[in-house]
């Protein structure tokens, strides 16, 4: 790479000695520009280069994880979902979703799986309320990844979601991961992860009997120590740009009605 500077470095010393311009290897170099500004023009070209070869490396590293299309269950809840074909694969389903310009998220991230219910309103126990995610399904307890690069904020046990994590990727953006049968040693509240690294198995935890599934949020705002992740407001997945806020009364963390889900899933085929 260095030996790339020398023919540019000699007609720049040239240009400074009131020689004409010269070409040296197709290369011509402004006599107006200094010494100094060509180094540091071409260190900047350079450097963008690594930056776009290390963005890319990035990108198919995680398509060799994260889903690049989901099914919805055969049979399920079938609550809010996304447009989908004969084959039940989603359409415009997109792997990675930008959630702002310096944010990008797995819409899916699990090994396997369908989804068999998704964001919006929908009625339970003759109450309709939102359901703050995707609830993703599989007959085992396949690996769920984190969807990006963060710390861990919360990893605990709640009646409603049981184990589960909340990861901050930054930028007042957050994902939760709720129902897990297990989480890996270590990963406690204020552990880094990197995207696609594995943070747990899907599970059936809760205080109320569920199926196997993944419950996963994505939620933005200030984390405010008094509600904790429970004042976050909700994205809607599918639509990442629709924000939902939650009225203050609904922020209580109080108990509500159980809420079952029993379905019978059918899995993806597995990934080459």
């Not at 269950?73 to 979703?97: E, R, S, W």
Request: charged share 20%; net charge neutral; aromatic share 8%.
């Amino acid at each position: 790479m260095f030996s790339s500077f020398i023919p540019n470095i000699v007609a720049a010393i040239l240009s400074v000695s009131g020689a004409d311009t010269l070409s040296v290897d197709r290369n011509v170099v402004d006599p107006t520009i200094s010494l100094i500004e060509h180094i540091h023009s071409e260190h900047l070209i350079t450097k963008a280069i690594d930056k776009q070869e290390k963005a890319e490396a990035e990108e198919k590293r995680l398509a060799g994880i994260f889903l690049q299309e989901l099914k919805v269950c055969y049979h399920g809840a079938h609550q809010n979902i996304p447009a989908y074909d004969k084959l039940h694969t989603i359409k415009n389903f997109k792997p990675m979703i930008e959630i702002n310009e310096n944010l990008s998220l797995a819409t899916a991230p699990v090994a396997e799986g369908c989804l068999f219910s998704g964001f919006g309103m929908r009625t339970r126990n003759e109450r309709v309320r939102l359901h703050k995610g995707w609830d993703i399904a599989h007959y085992n307890p396949v690996d769920i990844y984190a969807a990006g690069a963060g710390k861990i904020k919360e990893s605990e046990y709640h009646y409603q979601y049981g184990k589960m994590i909340l990861i901050d990727h930054g930028y007042g953006v957050y994902t939760r991961y709720a129902h897990l049968d297990s989480i890996p040693e270590g990963l406690t509240e204020g552990a880094i992860v990197l995207a696609g690294q594995i943070i747990g198995t899907m599970g059936t935890t809760a205080d109320v009997p569920v199926g196997r599934h993944l419950h996963y949020e994505i939620l933005t705002g200030k984390y405010n120590e008094q509600w904790g992740s429970f004042g976050l407001r909700p994205v809607n997945i599918a639509s990442p740009e629709t924000i939902h806020s939650q009225p203050e009364n609904h922020l209580r963390k109080t108990k509500s009605e159980p809420v079952r889900f029993f379905f019978t899933v059918k899995p993806n085929k597995k990934r080459a």
